[in-house]
């Protein structure tokens, strides 16, 4: 690794002389500063400026000499507009960058950090051209890209607002129960308040807080996609922690254990809650806040991304009078949302609903929702069997994981019900080998299962910034789309913008594979058929593969070739 310009580290002068040398501090205020940074484990620039002995300008000047690179006052520059576009948003805002002049061989990139190496050499991987360093205030490159890209990083302002001694108080204060009676303003507190308000604002579905070996990491889940913030300072590790625990109603003297809670909270005016789990890890306790915004997820059939002939399909199926519909896929493709609009679809005043979830995630007015509770032996199979005594018409099941569970639910199917439940298999004809696999009789599976529709999520393009692309044909083969498919169609790609945080993605939509049971599946079921012969048998009989859906919405301008990889693997396209 090498600064595009600068000098060899051991011919640095030191900085604490080159600002006593400017006249700006004096050798006691050094020494000072050097035991304040023993102490605390910061730069010797941050301990002169807390102490204020210096302002951050006196130390970028400083930084400057030490490394032989310019500095510039940022606040006195104009910066063409081609310049800023030259670099992407989502480099800008995860480096804390910014582009001020493009030369025939180079651009010239204005940081804080004369030592971030790697945004150097990641920069000059994504933009194929040599990068020059100059430097300037951390104040000045923020206020920069609040400037000509529309935001400010809160999250790193409001821990630049943090003394020492503010974190020293609140991390002594966070190992006490107390906390909850002190001043809401306090700064972890605040702190962990904005990576919450933050998620939300950018439409995350997860905020994960997970301690490594020298850092505190944040990541936000976005479209499916974990994306890195800014880390607080690996001091703060057991505050922010500690926080989010008395949050979620956690044990803060249990460190050893996994523990889950939930938060409810109302932000911008919206009701939101989060499901919270500690796992305990090797450097510290590992926490993930799962976002369930009301507004958002309870979606209607008509916003999940059907294609026309599925969802007249599925909605055929779930107006049955009895049998077991299934839905499968991975944690996070979307089981929920479905099965809930489905719910919403049928819930009347003359139809009975009763659930068994864990937990319950969402409150639906007008269905009987019971939550599983494993400390008191409340299992799904318990509840099943409970609830069949209160004359349901419509079942749902949270998840099939069991014998037992699985042949409740099919035996409610057999006598006069309608049964919802979840499996976690890759597709939909693997769903018939898992139940079986599972104990349940093939006669009873050929019976009672409806349908299976395997789903999972995709990423939309951002309606303001996508653009045309023309895919190699090596591309197209690679999801089992050949030329004469796409004909005349236009095949968008991701560019990024404000929109869409830079990412060229905003929001997703289902991609589905529903298999409707006919009489040669239900014969394959019965003989207890591998999964490719079923899967062979209900592409013939029309269902379309979670590939094909994911790639008809490539034709649709919907998504990108690069998704549909991402989510699927087999080229087994037949448009």
Known sequence: MRLARGVPALSRPLLGEILVKRGVCTPEQVEEALAYQKEKGCKIGEALVKLKHVTPMDVTRALAKQFALPFVDLGKLEIPQDVVESVPRSVITEHNIVPI???????VIATSDPLDFYALDNLRFILNTEVEPVLATKEAVRNAISQYYGMVNDLDAVIDDLTSSEIELRGDALGDEKVEEEDEDAPVIRLVQLIITEAIKKRASDVHIE?????????????????EQDSPPKKLQGAIISRVKIMAGMDMAEKRRPQDGRINMTIAGRAVDFRVNALPSRHGESVVLRILDKEKALVTLDKLGFEERNYQQFQKIIKRPNGIFLVTGPTGSG?????YAALQELNRPDVKIITAENPVEYAIAGINQSEVKHKIGLDFSRILRSMLRQAPNIVLVGEIRDEETAKIAIEAALTGHLVFSTLHTNDAPSSITRLIDMGVKPFLVSSAVL????????RVLCQKCKQPVQPEETELKMVGLAPQAVGNRTIYGPVGCEECNGTGYRGRKGVYELMEMNTELRDLAFKKAPTDHLRAAAVRSGMATLQQDACRKVLMGVTTLDEVLRITHQADLAL
């Open 451 to 458: 349908a299976i529709m395997a789903q999972r999520l995709i």
């Open 211 to 227: 301690p490594m070996a020298g850092k505190l990491r944040i990541r936000y889940r976005i479209d499916g996609v974990c994306v």
């Open 335 to 339: 089981k929920t949302t479905t099965l």
């Open 101 to 107: 002049q493009k030369k025939k061989r180079s651009i």
